[in-house]
């Protein structure tokens, strides 16, 4: 694979950057959000995301034919640098985008892609997923959470926790038991809900950082028409397999493009400050670890690229994309274990506080971190798809 840039990508990069300059405000540029209040952070990224709608800029690798530029997977790689690049809010809508439109179009049905594509092109919906449970999180195919059917609608009655953002989510990608005397993995239908049927509740889960991005989901007699089944009714599982493997795959990029901001960060402040007489840079463990962490993000980058041709040659992502999820494990809390040690006493200070580092924002990401080795499937999960999928190896 060649890695340089061709004459296409460069328009494309330089279109965008100059879209970028024009459009995004500095008031919505995230270091000017850091500390501000949920609420102001959240509008922000509301309108920002709104902002990429009407440009045409949101779902760029989409085919041409649902809404998308078609953009090639080098493409998908080049926006999502120049967007982090620039500053701009955290994307709002990541799962919508980058797991649930994709796995729509490789799935639904023609009047499904109709209803649910276009909104999310046009910034005007987010979506939450619902598969983990309290008693179903690595095995997740033991989900008790059930839909019965009631003539044209589903019944839908449960529990889903670990939801992020379901507390201002329009729509749940949700994984539901629709027959209760089938094998676990098989009666289990994939489901889109609108956030806003009577007998949803969502509770935030408070955590340790002061944030509330994760969820619990409560569903009480929640009717879902029937034509809201994504794929063959029980043959969800098959459908949220596709999904995760978007997950494990395509949102990579956006995540090594977020790597590659705090990295800089981190290069900056140890530039910046003195501590002991000396600027922290003119430590050598502090380079060698800067170092360490910046091949880190440059290998991630570089191995994703591998998986890049297999979109290049029209395959789907498949059981290689947990070794992306062990590396950006690997990557991720390299970079928030580094941060603390450059803090110092101070990366403890938590938002609000004058004494907070990057307005709290290095703390709450190295709290975030430790949950990398279980989100998305635990690294023991990654590691046996390797071995069952990719080397052959027999159950253990």
Sequence with gaps: ???????????FRAEFAAWLRANLPDEWKGRRLRGAA?????????????????????GVSWPQEFGGRGATA???????????A???????????LNLVGPTIIEVATDEQKRNYLAPMLRGEVVWCQGFSEPNAGSDLAGLQTRADRDGDEWVVNGQKIWSSGAQYSDWCALLARTDQDAPKHKGISFLLVDMKSAGITVRPIKQIS?????????????????????????????????????????ITMEMIAG?????????????????????????????????????DVQLMRLVNLRLLTR??????????????????????QGLSDLAMSLAGPD?????????????????????????????????????????????????G
């Design 347 to 395: 990366g403890l200070a938590m938002a609000g506080s004058p004494r907070a580092v990057y307005g709290g924002e290095w703390l709450r990401l190295y709290v975030m971190s430790r949950a990398a080795s279980i989100y998305g499937g635990t690294e023991d999960i990654q590691r046996n798809i390797i071995a069952e999928r990719v080397f052959g190896l027999p159950r």
């Design 86 to 96: 620039s500053g701009a809010p955290d994307p709002l809508n990541t799962l919508g």
């Design 259 to 295: 790597y590659q901001r705090h990295w800089d960060e981190l290069r900056d402040f140890a530039r910046a400050t003195r501590r002991n007489g000396s600027a922290l840079i003119d430590d050598a463990s502090v380079r060698e670890r800067l170092a360490r962490c910046w091949v």
């Design 74 to 84: 080098m493409e998908h790689v080049i926006y999502l640098e120049e967007l982090f």
């Design 1 to 11: 694979m060649d890695l340089n840039p061709s004459p296409a990508e460069e328009a």
């Design 38 to 58: 949920d609420g102001a952070v959240l509008e922000a990224r509301r309108s920002w995301e709104r902002q990429l709608g009407s440009g045409g800029w949101l």
């Design 210 to 250: 002061g944030d509330a991005e994760f969820n619990e989901i409560y569903f009480d007699n929640v009717r879902v028409p029937h034509d809201q089944a994504l794929g063959e009714v029980n043959g969800g599982w098959l459908v949220a397999n596709r999904m995760l493997a978007y997950e494990r795959g395509v």
């Design 311 to 332: 979109y290049m040659r029209g395959l789907p992502p498949g059981a290689e994309t947990s070794y992306m999820k062990l590396y950006w494990v690997k990557t991720e």
